[in-house]
């Protein structure tokens, strides 16, 4: 899915005894680790997202990063965005289309939200800190008409598309998200800007977002034609009954 997901689960072990010297090995590993810890996962984060820009497979979805998430794409590469070329596009059933440079969003009125982000595949990873435009703010700005009832969502990996309906759009933890866990939003986590729907599965929140089409109708994306539920509140959807998150 164009999620990341949070970090597996350990396996329990299986109980035999650990010998002295690979115990005092690793005490000495633990220490060299949180001495070298801020450095290798900067590097395994870079080496992860350009490998899992190039994979078709998904693959290296299945590897963590220390962040709590993993790097997902449903696209064989994405390109980059910059400050420089990046654009946000509305359209549709709108008086007033717009395209948005990174600059103009980061003008706009910021909202900080910090919600558990919860992915369909079961992982959760609490407390994680989102700033960014509320859509609400950029749909009373684009003029939205009688005849709408729903948005889509397009995204520059040419492939990923989401959509909510207008309600659901205009709830007040639903943002186009700027920054992430209190740091801009890199590349490899949906960069430079993405969706972000607190109450709702993770899939919901559109990576590399480029384009809001105001609608008459929800069109089911990606992941919904796939099998996934359109309305994917969180413990309320896809057959599963976990803690709400907003």
Known sequence: MNSEQSEDQRPEQDGRPVG????????????????TAPV????????????AGQDPTGLTGLLPNGGGFR?????????????ADYRLTIDGLVDHPRDYTLADLRALPQTRLVKDVQCVTGWRVPGTPFQGVRLSHLLDAAGVRPSARALRFTCFDGTYTESLTLDQARRPDVLVALRMQDQDIGHDHGGPVRLYVAPMYFYKSAKWLSGITVTDRVEPGYWEKLGYDVDAWVGRSNGRSDDPTS
């Not at 002295?20 to 001495?35: D, E, N, P």
């Not at 290798?40 to 490998?51: C, P």
């Not at 790097?71 to 400050?83: E, F």
């Open 20 to 35: 002295r010297r690979v115990f005092l090995g690793t005490l000495g590993l633990g220490a060299l680790g949180v001495l």
């Open 71 to 83: 790097y997902y794409s449903v696209a064989a590469s994405v390109p980059h965005r910059t400050a």
């Open 40 to 51: 290798l996962q900067r590097g395994l984060e870079g080496f992860l997202g350009s490998v």
